[in-house]
């Protein structure tokens, strides 16, 4: 049922913000370099994965390689799991305030739509 909610709230807000979009206006012009910028792959991985990080998997990938052909199977070495630990807590991090911005941008475009079919000005 939470599901449900979820998804008529975000059904309500593109029915706010579309009818922006018919004018070519963008309700987003203030947050769009922010947004750009927060989503491009340096935003997410710069100082989260090293050269070592790199490193330390590619090994662990060869020697995997070269166990397998000996029919052996070798386990993942304890640093390379904390490694994939730490970027996962990190990427989780970066994901939930990177839905923080875009919700704070669709929450501005339908407070615009919804002055702007009220014909209200700004900050009433």
Do not use: C
Not at 2 to 21: D, E, K, N, Q, W
Not at 24 to 39: I, S, V
Not at 87 to 111: C, M, P, Y
């Amino acid at each position: 049922m939470h599901h449900r909610s979820l998804i008529a709230a975000a059904a309500l807000g593109l029915a706010l913000v579309v009818p922006a979009y018919a004018d070519n206006r963008n309700p987003f012009t203030e947050f769009d370099a922010r947004l750009e910028q927060l989503l491009t792959p340096q935003a997410w991985l710069k100082g989260m994965i090293t050269e070592a990080d790199v490193q330390l998997l590619f090994a662990y990938l060869k020697a995997s390689l070269l166990a397998a052909s000996q029919g052996k199977e070798l386990p993942v070495p304890p640093e390379l799991n904390q490694r994939a630990e730490a970027i996962g807590r990190e990427l989780k991090l970066q994901g939930v305030l990177t839905g923080l911005l875009l919700l704070d941008a669709f929450e501005a475009a339908a407070r615009q739509a919804v002055r702007e079919a009220l014909g209200e000005t700004p900050g009433r």
